[in-house]
């Protein structure tokens, strides 16, 4: 049964949120209302703390909760590649954060249209890069949302690539993976999806592509090699037009903790705090990330 927060969540999702993905043709304009919205929409978590570090093309905003015993959740917040920001899902992980011990970096990694790819991947593996030379990588979780769990997944191709240890866990949300939008999906809950218009995906992919191939293995994870993964915990809405692009990342990946919600839009998350379904897939998804970490806290570098 859903609960009546989750109820009125959903409607916000479906006659609010929606409609302005869909009628804002300007990807700033649209960054600047859900910033707006995050500042009363999104609940905090008491105690924790917010710091900043600096990196030469971004910066990584830092929600420090008192739970911290150091871990690290490097957290890629989704948005299409176009919009979103470390602000908009400070408190989601923050709280995911708190659950499993860590603190969370969120990079505001460049956007589409004025940073087309490579850009976004580049800055996530550097923000990882840096993590590394705070953090162990057994301490290290891997997280994020829509186009954020894109960036996971390139992240984790990346680092094989490149010989670089990967971390200890991923935590994926509604996770993109095929770019290329061939998922059965894409089209059968393309009218009835709460959150993602049709509209919107169709703008934000040719500006965040530039005419690349979406089927490319560095691009979309579905076409890539991911044999390699880190365990992971992946939870996707059923009705969503990504249902099935999680759906086939939880056959392919080695180790996977696949859950799917009913009656709850894209990234329901979001409303940790707020719903008992959030609430719920928050602490499911921490509760399968502690399994691979540490069991001994140490006090994390400033």
């Known amino acids: 049964m859903t609960s009546l927060p989750q109820k009125l969540f959903n409607g916000f999702a479906r006659y609010v949120e929606k409609p302005l993905f869909a009628n804002i043709a300007n990807q700033t304009t649209l960054a600047r209302v859900l910033d707006a919205l995050a500042v009363t929409g999104m609940r905090p978590l008491r105690g924790t703390k917010c710091a900043f570090l600096q990196t030469p093309n971004f910066r990584i905003r830092r929600m420090i909760p008192r739970a911290a015993q150091g871990n690290l959740l490097l957290f890629f917040h989704g948005g299409g590649f176009t919009v979103g920001s470390s602000y908009t899902h400070r408190w989601l992980a923050a709280r995911i954060a708190a659950e499993i011990g860590a603190e969370a970096w969120l990079p505001d990694y460049r956007l589409a249209p004025a940073h087309p790819y490579p850009a976004a991947p580049d800055d996530c593996i550097a923000a990882y890069k840096l993590a590394l030379t705070c953090f162990p990588p057994e301490r290290i979780v891997l997280g994020g949302d829509s186009a954020g769990g894109t960036l996971v997944l390139n992240t984790v191709t990346r680092l094989a690539a490149l010989g670089l240890p990967q971390p200890a866990a991923l935590a994926l949300l509604s996770p993109l993976t095929d770019l290329a939008h061939t998922s059965p999906s894409r089209t059968a809950f393309r009218d009835t999806d709460m ?6 995906v169709t703008r934000c992919m040719p500006a965040y592509l530039t005419g690349r191939d979406p089927k490319d293995p560095d691009i979309s994870p579905a076409y890539a090699d991911l044999s390699m993964a880190p365990p992971a915990a992946l939870h996707v809405a059923e009705g969503e037009v990504l249902y099935d692009d999680a759906a086939q990342l939880a056959e392919i990946l080695p180790n996977v903790d696949f859950h799917t919600w009913t009656n709850v839009p894209h990234v329901w998350q979001l409303a940790a705090g707020w719903t008992t379904e959030a609430d719920a897939s928050v602490q499911q998804l ?15 570098e400033n």
């Open 195 to 200: 959150l993602l218009p049709h509209k919107w």
């Open 286 to 300: 921490a509760e399968k990330l502690r399994t691979h970490l540490p069991e001994h806290p140490v006090q994390p």
